[in-house]
């Protein structure tokens, strides 16, 4: 049975509002911790390129889990800082930084409260880590904060889902098998008057033990996060639809927007 967008599952749990708190922790990391290599090859790849990265630019992971992303970039000679609000995702993410020799400065805190003016070179938010917050107010703190933290000239790459993608090729069940034998199924539901994607997954174990995960993301369209940065103080310059430089579109599954600190005027 397909779901219409905008309809709700009769008995879907309402999330928590503040769900991305404790969100990414041990059931979320046993999912995430054994990405695709490649594909994290590749995300890289494409960071590098379009931020025009500098050896040695300091660079800011903004919510950077377990530090997928984070180590590859350090181990290119960048001097990374990462921030998550998740301690067990942070923890791996310097064991795994340590094991590598790779130098990586890491802080626990909500994006929101990013306090930084003009330290950095470069700023990612990837692998849809943003619209977590309840307001779009809220949302648009992050990218003020993010304008405030990057030096004039400096870049910011957002990689999100692509809303328009999403409400095309909707489903609202889901269900997969991890290599330990644990079940994952998925109940999603899509709010078009919110734009609202919620979810909640269910683990069960081969030992017959089982708990439950609950999220809910906001969507932008690209005309809506083109409007967010404008109003945060960068100016967007490119639009893609994945990391393999396709052009952003409806069939593409990714929205992926950079944009630029203007640079202040010469007097």
Same mark, same amino acid.
């Given at each position: 049975m397909r779901l219409r967008p905008g309809s709700r599952r009769k008995g879907t749990p309402e999330v928590d509002p503040h769900w991305y708190r404790t969100f990414f922790d041990r059931d979320w990391l046993a999912l995430a911790i054994d990405h695709d290599e490649e594909l994290t090859r590749a995300e890289v790849r494409f960071l590098v390129e379009k931020l025009d990265l500098e050896r040695g630019v300091p660079v800011l992971d903004l919510a950077c889990g377990h530090g997928r992303h984070a180590i590859e970039i350090a181990a290119m000679g960048f001097e990374v800082?990462?921030?998550?609000?998740?301690?067990?995702?942070?923890?791996?993410?310097?064991?795994?930084?340590?094991?590598?020799?790779?130098?990586?400065?890491?802080?626990?805190?909500?994006?929101?409260?990013?306090? %930084?003016?003009?330290?950095?070179?470069?700023v990612y938010n990837v692998s849809s880590a943003f619209g977590y917050?309840?307001?779009?107010?809220? +949302?648009? %703190?992050?990218l003020e904060a993010v304008s405030r %933290?990057?030096?004039?000239?400096?870049?910011?790459?957002?990689?999100?889902?692509?809303?328009?993608?999403?409400?095309?090729?909707?489903?609202?069940?889901?269900?997969?098998?991890?290599?330990?034998?644990?079940?994952v199924i998925e109940e999603r539901s899509?709010?078009?008057?919110?734009?609202?994607?919620? %979810?909640?997954?269910?683990?069960?174990?081969? +030992?017959?033990?089982?708990?439950?995960?609950?999220?809910?993301?906001?969507?932008?369209?690209?005309?809506?996060?083109?409007?967010?940065?404008?109003?945060?103080?960068?100016?967007?310059d490119g639009v893609w639809g994945g990391v393999d430089g396709a052009a952003y579109g409806v069939e593409e599954r990714r929205l992926i927007v950079r944009s630029r600190k203007p640079r202040a005027p010469v007097m």
């Open positions: 800082t990462g921030l998550d609000i998740s301690a067990p995702a942070l923890a791996i993410a310097r064991e795994r930084a340590a094991s590598r020799q790779v130098a990586l400065d890491l802080l626990q805190l909500d994006m929101r409260d990013l306090d %930084a003016d003009c330290e950095f070179s470069a917050h309840p307001s779009e107010e809220e +949302d648009l %703190a992050v %933290a990057l030096v004039p000239g400096g870049r910011f790459l957002i990689d999100t889902m692509n809303g328009l993608w999403l409400v095309r090729n909707f489903e609202p069940r889901a269900r997969r098998k991890l290599p330990d034998g644990t079940r899509f709010d078009a008057v919110t734009s609202r994607s919620s %979810a909640t997954w269910t683990l069960r174990r081969p +030992d017959g033990t089982r708990s439950e995960m609950r999220h809910s993301m906001r969507i932008y369209t690209y005309p809506e996060l083109h409007r967010m940065l404008v109003r945060s103080g960068l100016e967007p």
